[in-house]
Nanobody, 124 residues
Framework: QVQLVESGGGSVQAGGSLRLSCAAS????????MVWFRQVPGKGREGVAL????????YNDDLVKGRFTISRDNAKNTVYLQMNNLKPEDTAMYYC?????????????????WGQGTQVTVSS
């Protein structure tokens, strides 16, 4: 059974940094897509960053332009999200998700497996 476990969330002041981790067990996504979403109460999940198995990345520039970096370590079955220059509007629950397909999308319903989420709170 696949399990994704996020960590690294917390509370920071605006301008600070956090590094989120998402460790996969029971399955590897070395040939699949990994993604970070975020969600605030009352709204749907919005995509933050995509990571193709070959290493290509794509960001939701409307949200995180130039501030976040997604990466993965296939040997550790872990995907990361480095978040710099955090803003109060980045406050959300952050989720990682994976799918076996090599195709990445921004649609949450396309992803088979989800972590439980890690809370990020940015104060002004």
């Amino acid at each position: 059974q696949v399990q994704l476990v996020e960590s690294g969330g917390g509370s920071v002041q605006a301008g600070g940094s956090l590094r989120l981790s998402c460790a996969a067990s029971g399955n590897t996504y070395s040939s699949g897509c990994m993604v970070w979403f975020r969600q605030v109460p009352g709204k749907g999940r919005e995509g933050v960053a995509l990571n193709w198995p070959g290493g290509d990345t794509l960001y939701n520039d409307d949200l995180v332009k130039g501030r976040f970096t997604i990466s993965r370590d296939n040997a550790k079955n872990t995907v990361y999200l480095q978040m710099n220059n955090l803003k109060p509007e980045d406050t959300a629950m952050y989720y990682c998700a994976g799918r076996r397909s090599r195709t990445c999308t921004w649609r949450p319903n396309d992803y088979n497996d989800w972590g439980q989420g890690t809370q990020v709170t940015v104060s002004s």
